[in-house]
Structures are given as structure tokens and as C-alpha cells.
């Protein structure tokens, strides 16, 4: 089961941080959700020291 920070417009899944920068493990996590949904954008979203976002795409006809 996932968990995901917010989800807006059932269209778009934010995952929200505050780290340092955004890992990879960051990026991953989105793409589970991704993957495991029907969403097809998402965003990280990190508060850290510098604020930076990230976009994932994961389109429907890719997931099995």
C-alpha cells in the first residue's frame, strides 16, 4: 500500500521532502506510486536548503 503526500485533481501525485537535495530513492519512490496507480505525472517537491522539484511521467500504455 502507498501513501502519498498529496494528491491533486485525482491527476497528479506530489511526494514531499526536506532534504538536502533529492535522491534517487526520491525519484523511485515516486515511480512506484506511479507504476501502481493510475497517475500517469508526479512531482518531488524539496524543502531543504535549496528548494528544487523534480517531474515524473510514467503514462499508462507502459504500466503492465
Same mark, same amino acid.
Given at each position: ?9 485525482? %491527476? ?8 538536502? %537535495?533529492?535522491?534517487?530513492?526520491? #525519484?523511485y519512490q515516486l515511480l512506484n506510486y506511479?507504476?501502481? %496507480?493510475?497517475?500517469?505525472? #508526479?512531482?518531488?517537491?524539496n524543502f531543504g536548503k535549496k528548494p ?13
Amino acid at each position: 500500500m502507498y501513501y502519498a503526500d498529496i494528491v491533486i485533481d485525482d %491527476t497528479i501525485i506530489l511526494e514531499l521532502k526536506a532534504a538536502e %537535495t533529492i535522491s534517487k530513492a526520491h #525519484g523511485y519512490q515516486l515511480l512506484n506510486y506511479l507504476r501502481a %496507480t493510475k497517475y500517469e505525472v #508526479g512531482y518531488v517537491l524539496n524543502f531543504g536548503k535549496k528548494p528544487e522539484f523534480k517531474r515524473f511521467l510514467l503514462t499508462n500504455d507502459r504500466k503492465s
